[in-house]
């Protein structure tokens, strides 16, 4: 079908940009820094949206659910890329949050942006996933338009799954089925209908707090500590020994033993200092506080020796 989208926003012409292919490389760097503070701005206007989502998001994790980001091109890309972070960030299953892209694994490195005018391949995609009504889903489509996404959202809400739409245009241009709706309007592209400009670094952010915001939520952060992280390669070993000797006063080699007897958690080496109790025991307390390390302390009656 033969649809003019120019009265999308994000495929709008800026008029700022007019004669970018004139400019001196200066002149076009100055000008793409001064266009890349709207989506902080877009961001900010978006707060309210942004903590519902993360407090629904996390109900359903909590819960056993899982997240689901779900996109094509550089939406759905960037969605696969916040899935991909989270295992070793928070020690996260790889199952609680996943990324599905409109074409599968090989439009991760191929352009295949003709898939995504499949409304029924986003519904497809979910079943073989077994999405189900305990699920969250997060629609990305920076115009609003894509029937990929469109079709994810249309089944979630039939399952009554948790179904958040994100997009960069606003309501009035391109309405969503969602019940949380997430806009980020940076406004016309620089380069015109680019959204992997300005959109896409919004949408990066968004998804940046909602998925940091949940594993919040869930108890896989103290302070501002990543006390789940996964110790998989030499610097997270070390930013892990870092954690260790700021919460809990611990030298590299008394915190290297302890994650050696916790099995690499983080957790587990600062009860086992803090308590004075073995691996065993610091695994059991840990898990009847559901893994919340904070809980696990104060239930217990255990505090930290660093910054609380």
């Given at each position: ?135 969250a889903l997060v629609g990305i489509a920076a115009g609003g338009t894509t029937p990929y996404v469109h079709g994810g959202l249309s089944y979630a809400m039939e399952l009554d799954a948790l179904a958040v739409a994100l997009a960069c245009v606003p309501t009035s241009q391109v309405e969503m089925p969602c019940h949380i709706d997430i806009r980020l309007l940076t406004g016309p592209e620089l380069l015109t209908g680019s ?114």
């Amino acid at each position: 079908m033969n649809v003019d989208r120019g009265y999308l926003l994000t495929e709008q012409i800026n008029r700022a940009s007019e004669n970018l292919d004139q400019l001196s490389s200066l002149q076009l760097a100055q000008l793409f820094a001064n266009e890349d503070k709207l989506p902080q701005q877009a961001v900010e206007a978006a707060v309210p949206e942004l903590a519902a989502a993360i407090e629904a998001i996390g109900a359903r994790l909590a819960n056993g659910g899982r997240l689901f980001y779900l996109g094509a091109g550089t939406s759905g890309r960037l969605g696969v890329l916040d899935a991909a972070e989270c295992p070793p960030t928070f020690c996260s299953d790889p199952e609680m949050v996943q990324g599905l892209l409109a074409g599968g694994a090989p439009a991760l490195l191929r352009s295949s942006e003709g898939l995504e005018d499949l409304f029924d391949a986003g519904r497809a995609d979910l079943q073989k996933s077994d999405f189900s009504a305990d699920d969250a889903l997060v629609g990305i489509a920076a115009g609003g338009t894509t029937p990929y996404v469109h079709g994810g959202l249309s089944y979630a809400m039939e399952l009554d799954a948790l179904a958040v739409a994100l997009a960069c245009v606003p309501t009035s241009q391109v309405e969503m089925p969602c019940h949380i709706d997430i806009r980020l309007l940076t406004g016309p592209e620089l380069l015109t209908g680019s959204t992997r400009l300005k959109a896409g670094t919004a949408t990066k952010m968004a998804l940046n707090i909602i998925s940091t915001g949940v594993m919040v939520r869930l108890g896989k952060v103290y302070g501002n500590s990543m006390v789940d992280v996964a110790v998989t390669n030499t610097k997270l070993e070390d930013r892990a020994l870092r954690i260790l000797s700021s919460l809990a006063g611990l030298n590299r080699e008394q915190g290297l033993l302890l994650l050696k007897q916790g099995g690499g958690s983080v957790k587990v080496a600062l009860l086992m200092s803090v308590a004075q109790l073995p691996a065993t025991s610091a695994i059991a307390l840990l898990e009847k506080a559901q893994g919340n390390l904070r809980l696990a302390l104060e239930v217990n009656g255990f505090q930290l020796h660093g910054p609380q």
